[in-house]
């Protein structure tokens, strides 16, 4: 069974930090990588990634896959309170499903 | 709507009751998928509709779990005789295919 396993499960650091949050997956026939941000109930889209090497980026938060050693990375610069979260990764594969990991919950303190 | 809409967005109900879980998806989505979160877990896959090919149901856990999608839109996740196990956050998301998902905010369930 495909599996997606995260890292560190949480995470405590100070304003203007930089982060690095890790996902790692196994998978058969491998279509995407996908990050969510989960504030309060609902999981918003951050990124995602169908090939090597090539990263992604949105303001203070990029990714990057490696489809080689089966893992993805999750930075965040200059980290602010508005950044406390958990955040999701997920693989998809050419089934139905969404494979989720349990994510990396992420406290900024001020 | 402009989002994927969940109701209740609380729903507290006794041991032994059946609940009705209702999602409805961005207008045009075809793909429908409800997870169920329990604390401090991940998202736990249930089931999902394509458009009008028959559901994925294998992430239902058990025989009390159902779900329904009528006329591609409106999806309700039924569970029967509800235990407390099932206590959880329910969540609803829709998408193009099966593409970006965008989630609904939830239903915290809650089982006496």
């Known amino acids: 069974e495909d599996k997606v396993v995260q890292s560190p499960l949480s995470l405590v650091v100070h304003e203007g930090d930089t982060v690095t949050l890790n996902c790692s997956y196994e998978?058969?026939?491998?279509?995407?990588l996908l990050w969510y941000k989960q504030e309060k109930k609902a999981p918003t889209f951050l990124f995602m990634l169908?090939?090597?090497?090539i990263e992604k980026k949105s303001g203070r938060l990029s990714s990057i896959l490696d489809k080689k050693e089966l893992f993805s990375i999750l930075n965040i610069t200059a980290t602010q309170t508005g950044d406390s979260a958990i955040y999701l990764c997920?693989?998809?594969?050419?089934?139905?499903?969404?494979?989720f990991g349990t994510g990396t919950s992420l406290t900024v303190i001020p | 709507g402009a989002g994927v809409s969940q109701s209740p967005s609380n729903k507290v109900t006794e041991k032994g009751k059946d609940v009705e879980l209702r999602c409805d998806p961005i207008?045009?989505?075809?793909?429908l998928y409800w997870y169920r979160q329990s604390l401090g877990q991940g998202l736990e896959f249930l089931i999902y509709?394509?458009?009008?090919?028959?559901?994925?149901k294998s992430g239902l856990p058990s025989d009390r779990f159902s779900a329904e999608r009528t006329g591609g839109s409106v999806s309700t996740l039924t569970i029967q005789r509800t235990q407390q196990e099932d206590s959880a956050v329910y969540l609803c998301?829709?998408?193009?295919?099966?593409?970006?998902?965008?989630f609904g905010a939830g239903t915290r369930l809650s089982v006496l």
């Open positions: 998301a829709s998408s193009v295919a099966k593409n970006i998902q965008y």
């Open positions: 207008s045009g989505h075809t793909a």
């Open positions: 997920a693989e998809t594969a050419t089934g139905n499903q969404f494979y």
């Open positions: 998978v058969t026939n491998f279509r995407s």
């Open positions: 169908t090939s090597s090497g």
């Open positions: 509709f394509q458009g009008n090919s028959a559901p994925d």
